[in-house]
DNA sequence: GTGAAAGCGCTAACAA
DNA sequence: TTGTTAGCGCTTTCAC
């Protein structure tokens, strides 16, 4: 509690001048023996001072304290509210690194590109001592770049996570290559010579779909490495109305759906298909209940994404959960880097592999001794 | 930006002090003016004042400002974290309110009670203003009851969300009544008679399961306002295991699942189903396809939640979408209220319906004649 | 119409 | 080993 009522009935705020009245000694003694560097001093008043300011119930002025020190203890995070799916684990990392420091989270959610510059101008003129900033897709880097200078001039650090719109800023994100190898090594670990890729037309596109790119990349050396031949099944997709609620999902599920057609009129289809997101993979899903395909008897199913719809679909899917808290954690750890003057390196984290019932050996056809070259 | 280049090459941050030796006033003036409340200082003061803060760039210290004011600008938002779906929007709809006034939102998310409870802790030390707060459940009133007082004694006003856990503080919440109320209002409208509710066993428990004993209510008025007999399906629900992941989701999904026997053993099934989550819908659904039973034309299912899930099944679901940016605005909304001293009202706001492929008309077996009574 | 001055709670350089 | 002092940027009262 941070007031007490005196003896004489009046209402005093507990500040440090209390303790220091209270205590007999002063102000600065008290600060210096309260903030942890007081060893010089006699070991009675210490504890003296230690005992009183308990007594009182002194709290410290967090925001005294920051104006003194010219910050303000505030890590701006600003969260893409495109795909919020993970935000809530991702801000518990974040938390989790900084609840042991002075600093706390102001936190915007940013839809459109409008939303991120009024959230960014609210984060200035509050004058945050960091920035996480995971950007609004489309974001012209451009406009970002005054606002990411603007801070810089006030020495305040920025680390982006889940994207790479940011030129020279530290990154945190999701290691899509790696997980796709993870992916495709189970695969073939579970006796799969023939894995297929079910991604979007544009995975190419190394800066738009990054994502879909490092994945390719993963599945790719996965195969090389076992000496098997990429399959890519790459549909069109059309991400023009990427703003309207639910489009994604829909998209996602088109793909997957339609996919199943291309892939069966290859010469020799393959046993498994690692999916770009779980929407994709419930699209596939879908479509082979349709066709009479047995999931995964005949066709083993990998999604991506851990979503909630992975685990009800039937048969329930095997797929990856990105790693949200560790890349709040490591965005925060890396920040508070930042700030104390070490330049963080950019750091990515692969997603873990959820086993369900998607996947299983491939039944009766396995062909060790002629792989697809 | 905060600071200049002066012309001796010196750095300077652009407070008003150095506004005021630029217009050559007192900083009192550049105070007055700055602030609006400079009527009655003469127009060319006014206009230098404003001209040379303009050309200085400055902006002025929030920190100070708090500091000065003796408050911390500051609103906790202390979000439950098991249920997120809807956070993005709820927090979009909080800066959409307070993005007008020098609060900011310090965000949190907790997932336990001892989550919570730190959560609450730094909210305290970082004395916000005011705190809107979604409890964890389970949640022991009493505990956070003292954080409640302790707010309560530096006049920090609290307003709570999406729960009923905290007597004496204002709400704001969906209004599961109406909600139901519309939808069956909805069935009736295109001819159902037979109308069921699906909802779990505890549904009765008005404190455990407001939610749920909030819509047999809206449920049971639109039915008596048409002469129909309520149908509830009860199942039952374990929810020792709350707190794992995915298994709300794969719970309300068995609820449905398993309804479709206990419905279709009725003398009279209905020819609609109302259902307490999108899950049970979607559970439902599939016993439907499973049973060979058409949806919507021989049962219409609504359900409830507005999840990403509704718009993917087959046929897509009608649902309703919980109003979260809504509940955001009239949350922090009244929490301002209660800040200047004015005493909140409690708010409900019904979810609005989405109408999909899962509700029709009843084929062929109308009995306006002849309602199950 | 305008300015002088005090002070919010804390920190830190310097003095004793 | 401890105390004095100045000041962060802003608001506001009171005097001129």
Redesign the pocket.
């Known amino acids: 509690m941070p007031s007490i009522i005196h003896h004489n009935h009046q209402i005093l705020?507990v500040?440090?001048?209390l303790i220091a009245e209270t205590a007999?000694?002063?102000?600065?003694?008290v600060?210096?023996i309260?903030?942890g560097r007081g060893q010089?001093?006699?070991v009675?008043?210490?504890e003296r001072v230690l005992q009183v300011a308990a007594d009182l119930g002194y709290q410290?002025?967090i925001n005294?304290?920051a104006?003194?020190?010219?910050c303000s203890l505030l890590l701006g995070v600003l969260v893409n509210a495109v795909n919020t799916h993970h935000a809530a684990e991702l801000l518990r990392g974040v938390q989790s690194v900084i609840a042991a420091t002075d600093y706390s989270p102001l936190v915007f959610f940013a839809r459109s590109q409008e939303d991120q510059e009024q959230c960014l101008a609210r984060c200035l003129d509050r004058r945050v001592d960091g920035l996480l900033i995971n950007c609004v897709v489309g974001a012209a880097a451009a406009e970002l770049d005054g606002v990411i200078h603007q801070l810089a001039s006030q020495a305040a650090p920025v680390v982006e996570f889940f994207g790479h719109l940011l030129p020279g800023v530290p990154k945190v994100n999701v290691d899509n290559r790696q997980t796709a190898e993870l992916c495709t090594r189970h695969l073939i670990a579970q006796g799969h010579r023939r894995i297929a890729l079910f991604t979007h037309g544009r995975y190419e596109h190394q800066v738009l779909h990054f994502d879909a790119w490092e994945q390719s990349q993963g599945y790719r050396d996965a195969l090389q490495a076992a000496g098997l031949q990429p399959i890519i099944i790459a549909g069109d997709m059309d991400f023009s109305r990427l703003h309207e609620p639910g489009f994604l999902e829909v998209e996602f599920l088109r793909l997957g759906a339609e996919g199943l057609a291309t892939l069966l009129a290859l010469p020799q289809p393959p046993t498994a298909v690692l999916c770009y997101t779980d929407q994709t993979a419930v699209g596939l899903n879908r479509a082979c209940r349709l066709k009479g395909l047995q999931v995964p008897a005949e066709l083993s199913i990998i999604g991506n994404g851990g979503t909630a719809l992975s685990a009800i679909i039937n048969p329930p899917l095997t797929t990856t959960r990105p790693p949200a808290f560790e890349i709040g954690r490591t965005a925060a750890a890396n920040l508070l880097l930042a700030i104390r003057g070490q330049a963080p390196a950019d750091a990515s984290i692969a997603e873990t592999l959820i086993e369900r019932q998607s996947t299983a050996a491939p039944q009766g056809d396995r062909q060790p001794a002629q792989p697809a070259r």
């Open positions: 705020k500040t440090r001048k007999q000694v002063s102000t600065s003694t600060g210096m309260l903030s010089h001093y006699n009675k008043t210490r410290p002025s005294a304290r104006f003194r020190l010219k």
